[in-house]
């Protein structure tokens, strides 16, 4: 046998034992298994990542019932207390703590009837944390959900609650939540000359950001009193991206109590500074929007009136309202444009036979800018209100992305 046969039988060999005991180590595994879709984790529910840095501080607690976690939608607060932190208070947005005060309705500081706990209205008396409320808290947590809109007043909250611990020397904690609305970036930048708390920052109607990323712009951009920044710890959330159809596990507010509400929140919120009615004083509150006047131009009507812990006295209470029906509109048409919806308000200004009342003194400090009400006035084209929207919405966008948390 030649030099070169030998050679090449003894590698034959060698492969041939090789290659049995590769299938001699793989028999005992296990099949491989694909792996389904990620699953959406939010910042709370990854307790792994936090419950440590809680261990031996006092704990304060900026949330209300929005503030889950788990399957069994168990409020943090709860949980947390069952694991041994040691919360001293806990921090109440609009609505309150438990979300049962209608909106703008003030509340009052209390004591909570489930767990003990002090409960500080930042919705009543003041906006901000004072020194006092803030004694003896080594952290405070913030767990809000919002929904991606610049006068939900969340976001204003949570600028109160940044100022207040940075000039107190106190680490916020964000458990950050998904946007709802994350792919909308669009609307009249706001104008500072009509800072409102519906209204506190040079940002578009809708933003597209999630609580932690505008935690980091309000930080960046020195938005807080005298330039000065919070110290923040986010937790992020799990295999999020602002594309995703998150269906919210609990109602945000009582009056956003549908998807179709919460989706459609950022495009119709403006008409609460008009004359009609948004829904208020229903059961579907922000799907639907009309007014008496509208008898005979429009066939859709409803009616409202008082519902307490929702909207005890509604625009046009016990009046019949005839206007335009959203409830099977396909939001997916907003989310795919990244757009909010402007026509309505345009063709319903135009159908409203007493234009002189059609806007109220709310409707600049929702719109941020006193042009909007004067082009719809002028009759400007949806096309034509855009294009002024455009060189700050590009300065936003720029802006924005320095503080994205997620692709």
Known sequence: MTRIKTLFLFTLIAGYFAACSNCSQ??????TRHKGP????????????????LKGKNIGMVVNPTSIIGKNKTPLVDSLLKL??????AYGPEHGFRGDASNGAKVDDAIDAKTGLPVISLYGKHYKPTTADLSGIDLMIFDIQDVGARFYTYISTLHYVMEACAENNIELMILDRPNPNGTIIDGPILDTAYRSFVGMHPIPISHGMTIAEY???????????????CKLK?????????????????????NLNTVQSILLYPSVCLFEGTTLSLGRGTMLPFVQVGHPLLKGKYSFSFKPVSIPGMSEDPPQKNQTCYGINLRNYNTTAIKNSGR????WLIELYKAFPDKTHFFNAYFTKLAGTDQLQKQIVAGKTEAQIRQSWERGLSKFKATRRKYLLYQ
């Not at 990620?38 to 840095?53: E, F, N, R, V």
């Open 84 to 89: 041994g932190i040691n919360i001293k208070k």
């Open 26 to 31: 793989a028999t005992p595994s296990k099949p």
């Open 234 to 254: 986010i937790i992020k959330m799990a295999n999020y991206k602002h594309s995703a159809n998150y269906v919210l596990p609990i109602n945000p507010s009582p």
């Open 38 to 53: 990620s699953i959406l984790l939010t910042g709370a529910d990854q307790t792994k990542l936090y419950l440590s840095y």
């Open 215 to 229: 935690a980091q712009m309000i930080n960046g951009e020195h938005w807080l009193k005298n330039g000065i920044q």
């Open 340 to 343: 909010i919806n402007l026509s």
